[in-house]
């Protein structure tokens, strides 16, 4: 399985990205997907997970209100719509794969596969 994240970049407080994670290897549709970000010098954290269908989604509190995780089964991507971005958002963005079709608390223990990341830097 190949998790390919793109989309990061530095940005400005208070803008917008849209990340994409594209996925291959196994059947897409069939596994929840999550994202998670790891700022220097902190412990990986969730930000944001998806079940196989879309229909459930979750968000940790830090950016809920202000990030929409999404997907398309048909294009094998997960999305992290970013709104509203804050310096302390800045991290490695990393997308996941779960093991199943829904994840629950803890989400990074359901995960079993992990994409490289991609940067997200947002300036004051």
């Known amino acids: 399985v190949q998790l390919q994240a793109s989309g990061g970049g530095l940005v400005q407080a208070g803008a917008s990205l849209r990340l994409s994670c594209a996925a291959s290897g196994r059947t897409f549709s069939n596994y929840a997907m999550g994202w998670f970000r790891q700022a220097p010098g902190k412990e990986r954290e969730f930000v944001a997970a998806?079940?196989?269908?879309?229909?459930?989604?979750h968000y940790a509190d830090s950016v809920k209100g202000r990030f929409t995780i999404s997907r398309d089964n048909a294009k094998n991507t997960v999305y992290l719509r970013m709104n509203s971005l804050k310096p302390e958002d800045t991290a490695v963005y990393y997308c996941?794969?779960?093991?199943?079709?829904?994840?629950?608390?803890?989400?990074?223990?359901?995960?079993?596969?992990w994409g490289k990341g991609t940067q997200v830097t947002v300036s004051s």
């Open positions: 998806i079940n196989w269908s879309g229909s459930n989604t």
């Open positions: 996941a794969s779960a093991a199943g079709k829904v994840v629950t608390k803890p989400f990074d223990y359901g995960m079993e596969y």
